[in-house]
């Protein structure tokens, strides 16, 4: 199968932050409502990801210059928890378009940047096709990108996990050259080339379409190719801002699962016995444990911010001292909210009672999401690199995954 993208070729141009926030409230309240279902029946959001496109959403890091609200880094953020909150596999979707996006951004020249924003800003999707399996570990690429004699290359390679690869129009492709240096290849999803297999089976998030893209000699022009390698030989945000919207998912997920919880133990919950309560919301230590949570949610949401915040003062003053810190600061938030999120979902169940593990509620969505997206960039390195950071002031590395 090769996309299943009905992409409107025409989008609204968002203008502000305040506007963009305005509208994802209002798409956020309508994907609420398949949500269930979508997960239960395996349901792919093709009608939700086309208004989410027409809506603007997508473009909304496009730079000023191009046509692009480029808003900061705490509404982008906010914007994706409050999709994830609704629909977390919505909002992992763009996660890549978004990051593909700060490719251009980085490395691409000005021509590749004024045609791709202005297909950004029409509407079209930008998906993933960058991880690879069997191969040593996650950065090692045997997809190449090689001359051909008539002139531009030829890609050849196969990439699985590739989330938003099936909705997508341009396919970014995460290749080695002939010089074994990392390139990013914008291809058109619809080339000959290009075959996208929707088999993606994981427990959680399974609406992503997190399948499977085969790349046969695809051929591609040299003015779509920019060199990814040198992002990471000077300071950069390319990293922290991937890793950031990674966090907002878990977030979003916590918040839902507790949101869920609430309403459950306060309509279909049974006080315990022992409690001399009438209701399950009296109950002391059921009290007790949300507060808990609410304490940890609470804190997720605030290092997100955080996080976010340092994205947009280093901005200003981007140099190896601020890059760091920000890394830093982003996967502080990454490595309390992974936790905080499966926790949250799994509590779910502890407060709410035998009633709430029923599989026609689907309320284990909540940790099946939480579990399989916090599997993206193992926290124990994160840690490591907090640890090594606050004690003996040595940076992150610069690979783009803190």
Known sequence: MTGLVSTPRTAHVISNDDEALAIVDELAARFTEGAVERDARRRLPSAELDELSASGLLGITVPREYGGADVAAVTLVEVYRRLAVADPNIAQIPQSHVVYINVLREQGTPEQQRFLFAEVLAGRRLGNAQSEAGTRHVQDYRTRLVPHPDGGFVLNGTKHYSTGALF?????????????????????????????????????????????????????????????????TRPQLYGAQAQVLHAAIDV????AALSDAVTFVRTRSRPWFESGVEQASADPLTIQRFGELEIRVRAAE??????AQAIDDAREHLDDESAAATSIAVASAKAFSDPVAVE??????????????????NLHRHWRNARIHTLHDPVRWKIQHIGGYVLNGTPPPRHGLI
């Open 168 to 232: 997508a129009d341009w396919i970014p492709v995460l290749a080695k050259d002939a010089d074994d240096h990392i390139v990013v290849a914008y291809v058109p999803a619809d080339d000959p080339g290009v075959e996208v297999i929707d088999d993606w089976d994981g427990m959680g998030q399974r609406t992503t379409a997190s399948g499977t893209v085969h790349l046969r000699d695809v051929r591609v022009p040299a003015e779509r190719v920019v060199p990814h390698h040198l992002t990471f």
């Open 252 to 255: 979003g997920i916590a918040r």
């Open 302 to 307: 605030s290092l997100l911010t955080t996080a």
């Open 344 to 361: 949250t979902a799994s509590a779910l169940f502890e407060v709410s009672g035998t009633r709430s593990s029923l599989d026609a509620l």
